[in-house]
């Protein structure tokens, strides 16, 4: 078992580390007080041709694999969990979708431009009723002559606000179940009857837009179709295997970014004639908080490799999202608590760090559905 990661896949991560320091870093606070999303910045995550690290080369990725996708994730979460959690979105929902299930035609069509990063993407399953019950869908697409007419309402949909393109669940055949479920492509900027009707103002991650949509006889081609009919929620299951891990990654990074706060501070910070680092109660925090982030960074990475063996990854997903998104949340409390009031004001970043985390335990499937799946796969 080999811990190293290979050259290419350090050479990427250096590369958007760096570029996070320097770009991300001096507006991270900026952007989630003026609830903005940063455009220039995913102009420039294309320019370095990471937004569509684990899209084939072909239709305008990198053809880097899962370990490499989750490291980037991980590097732009350690700055910034807004831009970290819109550019995932992008990646795991909207964009490998299309590459796993589309057909070459819509790939050079829809997925190209999302790997090429000349917009985000977004995918939209979550209903204003159906919660952790995602099967419960109201939403539907029925056929008139040759096009689909979709009709309903999703809740909670990153980057629809700034979404060239949408992928949406809806029943087909509202007698079959899980099996009557599809999935459409949907072109927010072009398909009469769309429309974002609220960008919700949320707890954290205010510059990465989450959204309610509604379709109101929405006409989609036959084209617009992805797969097969009623294979929507086989799909699902799929896409979530890989985006749990960007989750994962994602935590993992919230939580490296809130430890290494906190442990710059503790070493600069003197209380009676030493630095609070010294204190056995802080260098306990601290260390608890490094051990916390390296076991979800573990368990990510090996989540990462499995899906890259194309061997099941389930169990091996729903585990590291649910422990890294847990980490972060405990390591960014920890650090808000290392640094004391100062943690508590926006002039330091753990009280970001600390709100952004809280998300990761919900989205994508909360930690009590994680337990669900977990335990499903133990056979429990």
Known sequence: MDFELP????????????????????????????????????????????MGVPIDEEYGGLGGDQLMYALVT?????????????????????????????????????????????????????????????????????????EWVLEGTKQFITNASKAGSILVKAVTDPDGGYDGISTFIVDPREDDGFEVTTVWDKMGLNASPTCEITFDGVRLSEDRLLGEEGEGWEQTKKTLDGGRISIAALSTGLAQGAYEHAKRYAKEREQFGQPISEFDA??????????KTERARLLTHKAAVRYDEGVPVTEASALAKLDASEAAREVAEEAVQVLGGYGYTTDFAPQRFYRDAKLMEIGEGTSEIQHLVVGREIGL
């Open 7 to 50: 050259d290419e896949h350090r050479m990427i991560r250096e590369t958007v580390r760096e570029f996070c320091e320097e770009e991300i870093e001096p507006i991270a606070q900026e952007i989630e007080d003026d609830h903005r999303f940063p455009e220039e910045i995913f102009d420039q995550l294309a320019q370095l041709d990471v």
């Open 74 to 146: 991980e590097e732009l979460g350690r700055i910034s969990g807004a831009i970290g959690l819109s550019y995932a979105a992008h990646v795991s929902l909207a964009s490998k979708p299309i590459e796993l299930f589309g057909t070459d035609a819509q790939k050079e069509a829809w997925l190209r431009p999302l790997a090429e990063g000349e917009y985000v993407g977004g995918w939209a399953l979550t209903e204003p009723g159906s919660g952790s019950d995602a099967s419960n869908m109201q939403t539907t697409a029925r056929r008139e002559g040759d």
């Open 282 to 291: 802080i260098r306990d925090k601290l260390v608890d908080m490094h051990r």
